[in-house]
């Protein structure tokens, strides 16, 4: 298995989609690449994203990038949706040079790359967030989301 982080708006609808995707095997609502974390909950800088377990030989990091753009809006810096602020802003994140070099190659083969906010980053820090943070859209439907329900059931 292998592991990389997706930064795409608010946390609870990415993993949603995420978990839903073929060779995906697990993954976790955090947050990645902040400058610091107090025991109350604040988080200076992080992006909220979800930490995504994949099996190499089910799906590639090309692959999964043409997924994450499916729900993201790559022109938008620092929002998605109705969800506004650093925190919600679009990233991939990897502690595999391998996985940021797939990702890098995936936005400059797109020909409006010059155009694209998404931050592709080796991952300098990840922190789980809190429980009820966890697969939150599955106990709680009626939450915002700003992912369209029917992308949310694309690939069940």
């Not at 592991?3 to 930064?7: K, M, P, Q, S």
């Not at 820090?125 to 009820?132: C, F, Q």
């Given at each position: 298995m292998e592991?990389?982080?997706?930064?795409g708006g608010c946390l609870w609808g990415v993993q949603a989609y995420i978990k839903t995707l073929p060779g995906v095997m697990l993954t976790e609502a955090g947050r990645a690449n902040g400058t610091g974390h107090t025991l109350e909950g604040k988080y200076d800088g992080y992006a909220e994203c979800v930490k995504t377990e994949f099996d190499p030989d089910l799906v590639n990091v090309t692959r999964l990038m043409e997924y994450f753009f499916e729900i993201i809006d790559p022109y938008s810096l620092n929002q998605q949706g109705q969800d506004v602020g650093e925190k919600y802003r679009t990233g991939v994140y990897s502690e595999n040079p391998k996985h940021l070099e797939a990702a890098r190659a995936f936005i400059r083969n797109r020909s409006d790359w010059d155009q694209i906010v998404v931050e592709v980053l080796p991952l300098s820090?990840?922190?789980?967030?809190?429980?009820?943070h966890q697969d939150r859209l599955a106990r709680c439907p009626d939450d915002y989301c700003h992912i369209p329900e029917e992308l949310l059931r694309k690939y069940k």
């Open positions: 592991v990389i982080y997706f930064a820090n990840y922190v789980r967030s809190a429980e009820e």
